[in-house]
C-alpha cells in the first residue's frame, strides 16, 4: 500500500476543493502559463554524439552562489559578480545561441535548456542590479504583465525566444516532467533552489531528484504550520503538472517527503494555504526564518 493511498477521502475532498479555490483566487499577474508545444523544438537527433560544454557555467556557480546557505535556499552573490564575469556570462548564452540545437539527442537538448533558461536568468538579474525583486523588471510586452519572462531576449536558429517560451513551450510540453519545476529558477526566495553544478546529460536526473527532495522537504515546499498544511503557490499555479488533483500532489509529495513529512501527510484531514516568496535570492537577503 503506497503512503498516498492511506489518505482519507474526505481529506482528499477537502485538499480538491481548496485547491479549485486557490486556483480560482489567483490574480492575473500571477497565473501561470499553460504548456503548449512550441512544435518547431521537438527535432532532435538520437544518433548524435555532440557534447555540449557547460564547464563555464559551472564554475559560474562555484564561485558565486552560496550552497548550502543556513535558510536551506541557495543564494547568489549577484552584489560581488566581477566586469569579466558578466562579460563572459554574456558570451557564454552567445555561444550557446548559437548552437545548433536541433541537431543534438534530447538528453542533451534538456540540460541545454534548463542551463540557458538560468544562465540567462542570472543575466537579467545582472543588467538590473540592485533590485528587490526579479518582478521589479518589467521588461515583457503588455500592459499589466510583471518581470522578464515574457521578453524576447534570445535568438536560436533564427527564432526571437523568450524566458517563457524555454519553460513553457520547450521543456514543460517535450519532456512532461513535473521535476523540470525543480531545476528552473526564476532568482526569488520562494523558488526551487538554483543549483550549485550546471546540468549536463549524464547528471540532469540525478540533479532533478535532488532538487525535488530539498523543495518538498523545505518549509517553502510542504510543511504544516499551526495544524494547516501550507505549500508553495508552485503546486496551485501548475496544479496539470501534478497530476491535476489533491491525489496527484500528496502522491509527488510522499515520493520526496523526510519520513517525519510522509507520516505528517498521512494523518493530514484539512485543507492548505499557499504562499510564494517573490524576494530577490541574493545573497545579501535576510534569512527566512
Not at 110 to 126: E, G, K, P, Q, S
Amino acid at each position: 500500500m503506497t503512503r498516498v493511498s492511506s489518505i482519507t477521502r474526505y481529506s482528499l475532498f477537502l485538499l480538491i476543493s481548496v485547491l479549485v479555490l486557490c486556483a480560482i483566487g489567483t490574480s492575473n499577474t500571477e497565473a501561470a502559463p499553460k504548456a503548449e508545444l512550441w512544435p518547431r523544438w521537438q527535432k532532435s537527433d538520437a544518433a548524435s554524439a555532440q557534447k555540449i560544454d557547460h564547464s563555464w557555467w559551472d564554475g559560474f556557480l562555484k564561485k558565486y552562489l552560496v550552497a548550502p546557505h543556513p535558510s536551506g535556499i541557495n543564494r547568489v552573490r549577484y552584489n560581488v559578480v566581477a566586469s569579466e564575469d558578466r562579460a563572459a556570462l554574456k558570451t557564454y548564452l552567445k555561444n550557446l545561441q548559437g548552437l545548433p540545437i536541433s541537431t543534438y539527442r534530447r538528453s542533451e537538448q534538456r540540460a541545454y535548456w534548463i542551463n540557458l533558461y538560468n544562465a540567462l536568468t542570472v543575466d537579467v538579474v545582472l543588467s538590473r542590479f540592485p533590485v528587490e525583486s526579479i518582478r521589479d523588471i518589467n521588461i515583457s510586452p503588455g500592459l499589466f504583465v510583471r518581470g522578464p519572462w515574457g521578453a524576447k531576449l534570445l535568438t536560436l536558429e533564427g527564432e526571437k525566444l523568450s524566458l517563457d517560451d524555454i519553460e513553457h513551450r520547450i521543456l514543460r510540453p517535450i519532456w512532461k516532467d513535473n521535476r523540470v519545476h525543480y531545476a528552473v529558477n526564476c532568482a526569488s526566495l520562494g523558488c526551487p533552489n538554483l543549483q550549485p553544478t550546471a546540468f549536463t546529460d549524464e547528471n540532469t536526473d540525478s540533479l532533478l531528484e535532488k532538487a525535488a527532495r530539498e523543495f518538498v522537504n523545505h518549509p517553502r515546499g510542504v510543511s504544516l504550520k499551526d495544524n494547516r498544511l501550507q505549500v508553495s503557490s508552485i503546486y496551485v499555479w501548475f496544479q496539470e503538472d501534478f497530476g491535476g488533483s489533491a491525489e496527484g500532489l500528496m502522491e509527488h509529495w510522499n515520493k520526496y517527503a523526510s519520513d517525519a513529512l510522509a507520516e505528517a501527510l498521512k494523518s493530514y484531514s484539512g485543507g492548505l494555504d499557499h504562499d510564494y516568496d517573490w524576494r530577490l535570492n541574493g545573497a545579501e537577503a535576510k534569512t527566512l526564518p
